[in-house]
């Protein structure tokens, strides 16, 4: 879903009206991968061709900054539409179909992953660079299935800055989902909760607390990107493989379980017919979508 050209350089891209409309469809997923459990907003702006052209922005903010915000204007605006209307639906929907809809933005990762390996090595790759990715995938499914043991902590003005600062990290390091982590920690509800209902005792030191972790982290980010391009890219593809992986035994093996399709009020190949199509219509967007972006910059050329 993401090109080269995107990639190393998409402010000067043309802002027509079909490529803006892309960009907000992109940040509008971006912004529900945010706070999905099991899925990361850093995962989904790879995967959509953003995130190191938006790590290039963001570590050096004065440069070209107004061809930049035109570029990611649309994209933010559809992130926090995305946040929100996940926010509300968190409840309903979701809460009763998670495992499927989850499903959805796996098709995303499946889709796209050919693609993001063959820029994996658009400047070399080597056996280390490999291992790399093994190594970091195996972290991360780690540290996401063991990570159910964390204790509850209470919500305070601390808690919920520390909340935002992880989800902008998971923004910044694609494959960590910071959701799982919240939901671990039983702030997850209260976080979606806080968001759909303007709560801005939580909003104003969540977003408080993502802003200095965007400040902080992304020139060091862009730094590791500009010197180790191979070695960063590896080791962000296996974060995005361990995340993914690390879903099945935290969301979809629990949804067909008897008590899985109980609560989803379905029988097991119902269930599996439902997964199965999020799937593949999360690969066939993921698809779409790189044709619809090929025919804009040719379009432009």
Excluded at 168 to 196: E, Q, R, W
Aim: glycine content about 10%; some cysteine.
């Amino acid at each position: 879903m993401s090109t080269n050209h995107e990639l190393k350089d998409a402010p000067n891209r043309a802002n027509t009206p079909s490529n803006i409309v892309i960009r907000a469809l992109k940040g509008i997923l971006i912004g529900i991968g945010a706070i999905l459990p099991g899925l990361s907003g850093g995962v989904l702006s790879v995967i959509f061709g953003v995130y190191k052209p938006l790590i290039n922005f963001l570590s050096n903010i004065k440069n070209n900054f107004i061809a930049n915000i035109k570029y990611f204007l649309p994209i933010f605006i559809g992130a926090l539409f995305g946040v929100l209307l996940f926010s509300i639906a968190v409840e309903a929907a979701f809460g009763k179909y998670a495992a499927q809809f989850v499903c959805l933005f796996i098709g995303f990762v499946i889709g796209t992953f050919p693609s993001l390996y063959r820029q994996a090595g658009k400047e070399g790759r080597k056996p280390f660079d490999i291992g790399l990715l093994v190594i970091s995938a195996l972290i991360m499914f780690a540290l996401m299935y063991f990570g159910k043991d964390m204790p509850e902590v209470k919500p305070s003005p601390l808690v919920w800055f520390l909340s935002g600062a992880l989800v902008s990290f998971g923004a910044l390091v694609p494959g960590m989902s910071p959701s799982n982590f919240l939901i671990y920690f039983n702030l997850y509800d209260k976080m979606a909760a806080g968001i759909a209902g303007f709560d801005f005792a939580m909003l104003i030191p969540f977003v408080a607390g993502g802003i200095a972790c965007i400040l902080l982290f992304s020139k060091i980010i862009h730094w590791l990107f500009e010197r180790y391009y191979a070695k960063m890219f590896h080791i962000i593809l296996g974060l995005v493989i361990g995340s993914t992986l690390a879903i099945f035994p935290a969301i979809i093996f629990p949804a067909y379980t008897p008590q899985g399709l109980d609560m989803a009020d379905l029988t097991w190949l119902q269930a599996l017919i439902f997964g199965g199509a999020m799937l593949i219509a999360g690969i066939v967007l993921s698809y779409l979508f790189s044709l619809l972006e090929e025919h804009v910059d040719k379009q432009k050329d």
